[in-house]
């Protein structure tokens, strides 16, 4: 495993994600935003739960492309429409299905949620950009 997720005294405590990633191979994976699509570009899901899994597991498939594998994710950037703090337990229900069903660290790695008002189409309600380390 190319990162270590760490939580350094004096940061604030949360359980969900690591704040601090420490990354020590030699290739930089950098994703594209992934949405939750399927692979013939239609919304896996109508809601931000089943958008973020199906986007998570597209991040993952990409790192997997990429030769890596779900513990060298060093970094995600969530972009969430029309984003409000009520929104943070859908987001996490969606990271926690796949953190079940495709293996994603618990806790991620360091994440940051950021809204927008709009993705690439309306149906669109969160996208995923991606930082991998790897050997």
């Known amino acids: 495993m190319t990162v ?3 939580h350094p005294d ?3 405590k949360q359980t ?3 704040p ?3 990354a020590t191979g030699s290739r930089l994976v950098l994703l594209a935003g992934q949405a939750g699509v399927t692979p013939d570009f239609r919304p896996a899901a109508p809601d931000l739960a089943g ?3 199906t986007a998570l597991r597209n991040v993952i498939i990409g790192v997997r492309g ?3 594998d779900v513990g060298d994710l060093a970094r995600l950037t969530f972009y969430v429409v029309d984003w409000v703090p009520e929104k943070w337990d859908e987001l ?8 079940q069903d495709e293996g994603l660290p618990a806790p991620t790695p360091p994440i940051t949620v950021i809204g927008v008002q709009a993705l690439f189409t309306p149906e669109f309600v969160v996208e995923i ?3 991998a380390v790897l050997d």
């Open 10 to 12: 004096g940061l604030l």
């Open 51 to 53: 958008q973020a899994h």
């Open 129 to 131: 950009e991606a930082t």
């Open 66 to 68: 990429a030769g890596g």
């Open 20 to 22: 601090v990633a420490v």
């Open 16 to 18: 969900d994600y690591s």
């Open 4 to 6: 270590e997720l760490m």
């Open 92 to 99: 996490l229900a969606g990271i926690a299905r796949a953190q």
